[in-house]
């Protein structure tokens, strides 16, 4: 079994930064890849970004690329996200999940355990 807990969510105006943090615990995630996820009101929830279990390589979706970055702490076992240039349309609630042993970085469904998430919200 593995645990994950996001933290570091808040309210922040928009061009403001927020670090998520999602901290695992049971079986270690170092031979894993995790993703970030979000879910805004109403919408399904979207791949955000993922990093390899080396930390190597990392994935983003293009609506975030360039101001998030996503890096990993494997003897403490957290992922971060960091968060720059934040706009209103980056509003939900954030999860940080565990891949499978395969699968694509981008699906829901490549994921096994995911966190209760943390509430993002950019006011403009």
């Known amino acids: 079994q593995v645990q994950l807990v996001e933290s570091g969510g808040g309210l922040v105006q928009a061009g403001g930064s927020l670090r998520l943090s999602c901290a695992a615990s049971g079986r270690t995630f170092s031979s894993f890849a995790m993703g970030w996820f979000r879910q805004a009101p109403g919408k399904v929830r979207e791949f955000v970004a993922a990093?390899?279990?080396?930390?190597?390589?990392?994935y983003f979706a293009d609506s975030v690329k360039g101001p998030f970055t996503i890096s990993s702490d494997n003897a403490n076992n957290t992922v971060y996200l960091q968060m720059n240039s934040l706009k209103p349309e980056d509003t939900g609630v954030y999860y940080c999940?565990?891949?499978?042993?395969?699968?694509?970085?981008?699906?829901?469904?490549?994921?096994?355990?995911w966190g209760q998430g943390t509430q993002v919200t950019v006011s403009s």
């Open positions: 999940a565990k891949q499978r042993a395969s699968g694509t970085y981008f699906t829901l469904t490549s994921y096994d355990y």
């Open positions: 990093i390899s279990w080396s930390g190597s390589s990392t």
